[in-house]
Nanobody, 122 residues
């Protein structure tokens, strides 16, 4: 069973930066494709960005130029680095471990973190 946990959320001023981390258990982390999603109350969960086992990346349009994903296989950790945050970035952010990224499409697995709040507000 894969266990996934996010950390690093919080309250940020508009225009500020925040870095999220996702740790996935297991010895097979280097094989996992990973995805960051976010969900606003009353809306569908949407993909933010994803990374493959070979560090191929994909970003949803709203994230391009502002957000960056990276991975550290030695730490079983997947990162979402956010800058230039906007009010509309306020959401619960979820990490998905073990999906599949091919080109512009990330197919999520059943393994999700519990979610972490990001609030952008002045």
């Amino acid at each position: 069973q894969v266990q996934v946990a996010e950390s690093g959320g919080g309250l940020v001023l508009p225009g500020g930066s925040l870095n999220l981390s996702c740790v996935a258990t297991g010895n097979m982390f280097s094989y996992y494709h990973m995805g960051w999603y976010r969900q606003v109350l009353g809306s569908r969960r949407e993909l933010v960005a994803a990374i493959s086992a070979s560090s191929e990346t994909h970003y949803t349009d709203f994230a391009k130029g502002r957000f960056t994903v990276a991975r550290d296989n030695a730490k079983n950790t997947f990162y979402l680095q956010m800058s230039g945050l906007k009010l509309e970035d306020t959401a619960v952010y979820y990490c998905n471990s073990g999906g599949f990224l091919r080109g512009d499409n990330y197919a999520p697995s059943m393994y999700w973190g519990q979610g972490i709040k990001v609030i952008v507000s002045s």
